[in-house]
């Protein structure tokens, strides 16, 4: 028996308390009774939902009969819970505030004639998805109709006139539910379920279509209550934000950085939910590979983090967090680069910003690295000698102030047509505005002076300009 909202993705068993079947209920403020004959001697599971997760909260085994108790002494926060035995018998529960003594009986031969006591959102829940399973089997006989290539073409207009009304019905019924349930768990849990209506169900031009994106981007929370605590504890609530960043914003660093900002500030009415999507935006962009995600810690550290008292966050995490972001806070991806003024080879004096290039990929490294000592041929022969009649220029910076390893290491790598810099008397303060605590550290510039990528391998650079190139150079 599968009686639940959306598909279950992985099912982690973290127990804290094995359930005993005889608690005694004045010792505890949460009691689940059940009594499901058909599952007698197996093992009962109260799972939870969180972060795109399930997890086990407490388990019991259940008697000859199919009867057993969880308690667990210290409640459970209202949320979406499901009772699992097996991969096929998972049901949902919704609990709300006072919901903590549940008395279910399970029929496994006719779900309709099972019944719960003690939480109202959950018989409302299973009643609704009862009546949406009986509409969704209605509609698979009509399908099955359709499959049949011998039906005239007045019988297949009309199956699929049927299927349309049906499909009607059932979003009516599914308005009017939310509607006379908006006061309560189970209607706030479900219109968190729907999305947004778009203007157009059917774009016929790019116009519409783009309309449609950008009244999506608006509106996308427009069915959550994003200050809802109970909504972090559902099976949609974490895939909700995901798609909303990944797929309805514009992928572009700092449009991502904001709109990760807006959502946490829409939590702000509610400390739990602050928490929770700040913390989940923030560790999220920090574990992240992808360039440009550092962005979005940056600008949460920004907003929320920084000269800010938060309580859960204590001084050696913003310590760590406030010694990460000064590595990047002047050289995020979008950022307009520091111009650095610098000696060349040669003894001339130059200013990177004032270079003509469709592209300028500045280069940070030490001829004593021994990555460095591998990765300049390489970066020379294969790719420098690739785009270098497509706009690309490259400057190298030399970290070391030994002029004649300096100039051995052009010689021999055979990067004399590179802009070989150094800064020798540290004047322009390169460290405050460029990230090299790891070298060779490498940032590449459109022609406006625009970071557009850093410290990324060759393989990844040439996918990088051939996108850009290949794209008319637009930026």
């Known amino acids: 028996m599968k009686y639940n909202i959306l598909i279950l993705i992985s099912l982690l068993f973290v127990f804290k ?44 085994q259940l008697s000859g009969e199919g009867k057993a108790r969880i308690s667990i002494p ?10 699992f035995i097996k991969p096929d018998f998972r049901i949902d529960l919704l609990l709300d505030k006072g919901e903590d003594d549940i008395h279910l009986y399970i029929n496994e031969e006719d779900f309709a004639k099972s019944t719960i006591t003690g939480s109202h959102s959950t018989k409302l829940l299973w009643a609704y998805l009862d009546n949406i399973q009986k509409r969704d089997t209605e509609r698979r006989k009509l399908e099955k109709q359709l499959e049949d290539s011998s039906i005239t073409t007045q019988k297949r207009k009309n199956l699929g006139e049927e299927i349309q009304k049906l499909d009607e019905n059932t979003q009516a019924y599914i308005q009017k539910t ?29 116009k519409e279509f783009q309309e449609n994106r950008e009244y999506g981007k608006r509106h996308f929370f427009d069915n959550i209550d994003l200050s809802d605590p109970r909504l972090w504890s559902t099976n949609y609530m974490n ?112 200013n990177t910003n004032d270079i003509d290039a469709e592209y300028l990929l500045l280069y940070f490294y030490s001829p004593s690295c021994g990555h460095c000592q591998t990765a300049t041929p390489e ?33 021999s790598k055979n990067i004399g047509d590179w802009i070989n810099c150094a800064d020798p008397e540290y004047k322009s303060q390169y460290w405050m505005y460029y990230d090299t605590s790891g070298i060779p550290a490498i940032f590449v510039l459109n022609k406006n002076k625009t970071i557009i990528a850093k410290k990324v391998d060759e393989q990844n650079l040439e996918k990088l300009f051939d996108y850009y190139i290949n794209n008319n150079g637009i930026n």
């Open 178 to 206: 939310i509607e006379d349930n908006k006061d309560n768990w189970f209607g706030v849990f479900l219109k968190g379920m729907e999305s947004v209506t778009l203007p157009y169900k059917q774009p016929k031009d790019g």
């Open 379 to 411: 970066l020379h022969d294969k790719l420098y000698a690739k785009y270098k009649d497509r706009g690309l220029k490259v400057v190298t910076i030399n970290l070391s102030n030994e002029k004649q390893e300096w100039e051995r290491f052009v010689k």
């Open 74 to 83: 210290e409640g459970l926060t209202p949320g979406q819970y499901f009772i």
């Open 239 to 350: 895939s909700y934000i995901d798609t909303y960043l990944q797929h309805w914003v514009d992928q572009v660093p700092d449009s991502v950085a904001s709109a990760a900002s807006r959502l946490v500030a829409k939590t702000k009415g509610n400390e739990f939910c602050f928490k929770e999507m700040l913390s989940k935006l923030t560790n999220e962009s920090l574990k992240s590979l992808r360039m440009g995600d550092e962005n979005i810690w940056a600008r949460l550290a920004e907003d929320y983090i920084f000269d800010k008292d938060i309580a859960w966050i204590d001084s050696t995490q913003n310590s760590e967090l406030r010694r990460q972001y000064e590595l990047i806070k002047n050289n995020r991806i979008g950022m307009k680069a520091h111009n650095l003024t610098l000696q060349t080879l040669k003894g001339y004096t130059i």
């Open 17 to 60: 308390a094995e359930a005993q079947n005889n608690t005694d209920k004045d010792e505890a403020s949460f009691h689940l009774d059940a009594d499901i004959p058909s599952q007698k001697n197996n093992m009962l599971y109260l799972g939870y939902y969180w972060k795109g997760t399930t997890y086990a909260r407490d388990s019991v």
